[in-house]
């Protein structure tokens, strides 16, 4: 090694600087991180979500479904009206209730109920379920997710977590559908 | 004499004050050389005005953006009001919206043309293949600013929009979920969402922009206009800059005046044309309030985004999620890939059939899918069993159990999705003429069975309600033409009891 390739003082000092800035920027970097991330990371600590109440059993008929809706738990004043959240309650007997998130399982667009006919039809690509949830045609590629479900003094309650997606389904459809459950039921949901 | 004086003092202080300039920033002479630089003579064209037309749209979204970002709030329970404040208080508020949103359409459809006429005219071999790559994330960018815009617009089409763009982010595998909480901010789509795109529209995705935008010019600069391409002229590697160089030295004009005049020509005649739109045609939107409460809503993206609206209906859907994850990755390979597979060559599109063509299949592709987005034939109308009656033809001289079956036809949302008279939905096939093609056997199997899209309704209709249905089916045949039979039936009737 010549005396000329060896390196000077001062190019060791800048590379002292650079790793310095580099250590800087690495330890900044996780709180940075922590930040951006922290939709994913709350959301696992808060766990399974809150109950909510959607009033009392008397808003539901037996046999009927009907719209209701609940202020999302994780609401802030910000939000507005974008807090308050629709669903279809079907209540098929006694305590017995299907509770269907509005979103259409192909894409999200809020589901319409028509009690003549018994379906439930999405405008925007034309999904359509049956009473029960399940399937009926279009292009989602499976039912309605469904909220969990409990009922306590008269009252209805469902567990609210985040919104349905068809990637995401395990986190509403925890409460399994009476209809899949009970065969004895199965008359009152086809 | 003293008028002349003063003319002369003011010239001679401006002269200093430049001079002054000048020696602290020392741009006069860079500034010269590039105004003054050769281009080739035929690329004073008034095809090569695209790219100068989208800089000018952008200036302008600049501006119009700055506008509405003095008034508009962020906030997801007060951007509603705070653009109907725009639209029906502050005075020309909604001019400036309608030229914003104006200017974002035609800003994409400028983009769009100019990287067509790039391809056509072969700009993207070498030694241009960076500008090219550069310009797809140009598209990207602006895309993306066409998308958070229209979440912007905080009406319900924003809200549902902004739920159709979750739903296909939570099919990525393993991470789908992970997306969603990250691009809504939160469990729903509410504050911490709209807050979020407020960022990337106004400061990531913009920024983003300008510093891909001077790195495209640079480019431009740097590496020269594209030369007007000839048939038979090919681009090598080794001798192109040498080609390049000597045709602008020959058969060169200064950029100013000679080519940058069509620019100029063309810039006017775009923000005229957004200013005309604007006025007349007004801004767009808000539509309702983004209240996911308020069911009754048939939400609908942005034109340029209703192609891929009319995709996700129409393909099937075990191939949907695939399709959805895997094609705008091939796509995006396919586009920064080209100048490395297609960098040497002809460059005219006279010699390029394969070019042209692939050009115009996508622009029919596109084309036809944007049409059929515009009136969705497979959404079923969802008033129509309540608003659009059957047509009176269909029941003069019917019979009353015929009557009472168009009383269910109509009550039971048939008309959804069926059309009667031209009226009604065109989700499933107009049944005008349904008697000719199907026999009363299989009108009753398709009612109470479904099948082909269709839901069954077995469990929907009475006994008599479906035959009383199916009678008023039967009658739906042109006079004179004799509904489908049972072939098996005729038999039966000629050989009698």
């Not at chain 2, 790195?215 to 740097?222: Q, R």
Request: a positive charge; aromatic letters at 10%; hydrophobic letters at 45%.
């Amino acid at each position: 090694m010549t005396t000329s390739d060896r390196p000077t003082r001062r190019a060791v000092l800048v590379k002292i600087g650079i790793l310095l800035n580099a250590a800087v920027g690495a330890v900044l970097a996780v709180p940075v991180l922590r930040y951006v991330l922290s939709p994913v990371t709350r959301q696992r600590k808060q766990g399974d979500g809150a109950w909510v109440s959607l009033g009392s059993l008397e808003k539901f008929p037996a046999g009927q479904t009907r719209l209701a809706t609940y202020q999302h738990p994780s609401a802030t004043p910000s939000d507005g009206e974008t807090a308050e959240t629709p669903c279809w309650v079907r209540h098929l007997q006694g305590d017995t209730f299907q509770i269907f998130a509005i979103n259409c399982a192909h894409l999200g667009c809020p589901v319409r109920w028509f009690p003549q006919s018994n379906l439930f039809m999405c405008p925007c690509h034309g999904g359509v379920y049956y009473q029960d949830g399940s399937r009926a045609s279009g292009p989602p590629e499976r039912g309605m997710f469904e909220y969990s479900y409990k009922v306590e003094q008269g009252m209805l309650l469902i567990k609210a977590g985040e919104m349905p997606t068809p990637g995401a389904q395990a986190s509403l459809s925890k409460g399994s559908s009476p209809c899949a459950t009970s065969s004895s039921r199965s008359s009152s949901c086809a | 004499m003293r008028h002349l004086l003063i003319q002369e003092l003011v010239v001679r202080v401006i002269k200093r004050v430049g001079r002054w300039f000048d020696q602290r920033l020392q741009l006069a002479g860079p500034i010269k050389e590039t105004m003054a630089h050769p281009v080739p003579r035929r690329t004073a064209s008034w095809f090569y005005v695209f790219g100068s037309g989208a800089l000018t749209v952008f200036l302008l979204q600049l501006v119009t953006g700055i506008l509405l970002a003095i008034v508009y709030v962020p906030s997801a329970g007060e951007a509603w009001s705070s653009l109907q404040a725009l639209n029906y208080q502050i005075s020309a508020g909604w001019f400036i919206r309608a030229l914003h949103g104006w200017g974002s359409n035609f800003m994409l459809a400028i983009v769009v043309i100019h990287m067509v006429q790039v391809f056509l005219f072969g700009a993207h071999k070498y030694p241009r293949e960076l500008t090219w790559i550069v310009g797809v994330f140009l598209l990207l960018m602006t895309l993306g600013m066409a998308f958070t815009g229209q979440v912007l617009r905080f009406d319900q089409d924003a809200y549902w929009g902004l739920g159709i763009g979750t739903s296909i982010v939570s099919r990525v595998p393993f991470v789908g979920p992970q997306l969603v909480s990250l691009l809504l901010g939160g469990p729903i789509i509410a504050a911490a969402t709209l807050s979020r795109f407020f960022a990337l529209h106004v400061f990531v995705i913009p920024g983003t922009l300008i510093a891909l935008v001077a790195l495209h010019l640079l480019l431009v600069l740097k590496l020269g206009i594209n030369e007007w391409p000839m048939p038979g002229r090919i681009v090598r590697r080794a001798t192109y800059l040498q080609e390049y160089h000597e045709l602008t030295q020959r058969d060169g004009v200064p950029f100013v005046p000679s080519a940058v005049v069509k620019d100029i020509f063309f810039s006017a005649a775009i923000l005229l044309s957004i200013a005309v739109c604007a006025f007349v045609l007004g801004p767009f939107g808000p539509s309702g309030q983004p209240d996911p409460t308020i069911i009754q809503t048939a939400p609908q993206p942005d034109f340029f985004f209703l192609w891929l609206y009319t995709l996700l209906s129409l393909l099937p859907p075990s191939s949907e999620t695939p399709i959805l994850l895997i094609g705008p990755a091939i796509a995006l390979i396919v586009l920064i890939g080209l100048p490395f597979f297609a960098g040497e060559g002809e460059k005219s599109w006279k010699r390029r059939p394969i070019a042209v063509l692939t050009v115009l299949l996508i622009a029919v592709g596109l084309g036809t899918l944007t049409h059929l987005g515009q009136y969705t034939p497979w959404s079923p109308i969802m008033d129509a069993w309540s608003s659009q009656p059957i047509p009176g033809k269909y029941l003069i001289s019917r019979s009353p159990l015929e009557r009472q079956g168009a009383l269910v036809f109509q009550s039971k949302q048939c008309r959804n999705c069926h059309s009667l008279g031209d009226t009604g939905g065109q989700r499933g096939p107009p049944l005008d003429q349904v008697a000719v093609r199907l026999t009363q056997d299989q009108l009753i199997r398709q009612v109470i069975q479904g099948g082909g899209n269709m839901p069954a309704y077995r469990n929907n209709l009475s006994p008599p309600q479906t035959t009383a249905l199916v009678a008023f089916l039967q009658t739906l045949h042109p006079i004179g033409q004799a509904p489908a039979r049972d072939a098996s039936q005729t038999e039966l009737l000629k050989l009698g009891p």
